[in-house]
């Protein structure tokens, strides 16, 4: 682990990302995006999900011709985080994008709630964001030619939910932090920002929904897309939209206040200031 930032290297030809949780479904699809929008990609995952991120690398410099490094981690973990950010910029030549996505939904009733898991939920969600998004600062502020901290919120940390207590509280922290991140690095040129989807096609989600509720995954989801006006769960790919615009140039003005869609169930839509590009997919926020 370095003790501090590493020197300001001479700015690679491409913009180079880090993108944290990249072996599922919505890392991988995000850094599919980014590759596709030119930038170098350093993906990293848990150790045991490596095998995963050997393979997105490789399809990676196949289909966009991007340099590509894989390293394992665990990003609720100080040392382990500076260290991603440290071999990021020996192989890749800088840090241009975070992308603070790895996470865990864990639900469970408040009045089940143990503090180990809430502890947990939290030390996964909002700590590890919270080192992702120093580290990164670190290195930005060190290079001089500003950058892009993106944030996995969720719709979830716009309003409550029922059995998702943690989970919330979590995403609420993560919203706030990047409000304040926004605000103290706006005069090194680093924009803060988070995407917050609802429900996803191809994570986790629906089979913990359904366990939680007693009920198979397609029954779940069957119940989840009625919710909705288009009638279907979000797709990885439309999320990984929202984080290539909001790495790209045309955000330069975007930090922290950005604008929010929310599409409620039954059709109705209201544009509305908020603090995070919120794609709900139509769930109910207030």
Known sequence: MSASPAAAPPAPARRVAIVTGAAGDLGRAIALK?????????LTDLPPQLPKADALAAQLREKHGARCHVVGGDVSQAGDVQRIVDECVAELGGLDVMVANAGVFRPRPLLELTVD???????????SCLLCYQAAAKQMIAQGRGGRIIGGCSVAGLTGAALCGAYCASKFAIRGLTMCAALEWAPHGITVNAYA?????????????????????????AAATGLFPMK??????????????????????TTGESGRASTRAGGRTEQCAGKVFAVDGGMHIS
């Not at 980014?34 to 350093?42: F, H, P």
């Not at 898991?117 to 700590?127: G, K, L």
């Not at 996803?200 to 989801?221: C, L, N």
Request: net charge negative; aromatic share 8%.
């Open 197 to 221: 989807p609802g429900f996803i096609e191809g994570t986790k989600m629906s089979a913990q929904g359904a366990a939680m509720m007693g009920i198979t995954a397609e029954q779940w989801k």
């Open 117 to 127: 898991e809430w502890d947990t939920t939290q030390t996964n969600n909002a700590r």
């Open 34 to 42: 980014l590759a596709a929008d030119g930038l170098d990609i350093c």
């Open 232 to 253: 279907r769960l979000g797709k990885p790919e439309e999320i990984a939209g929202i984080v290539s615009y909001f790495a790209s140039d045309a955000a330069g003005w």
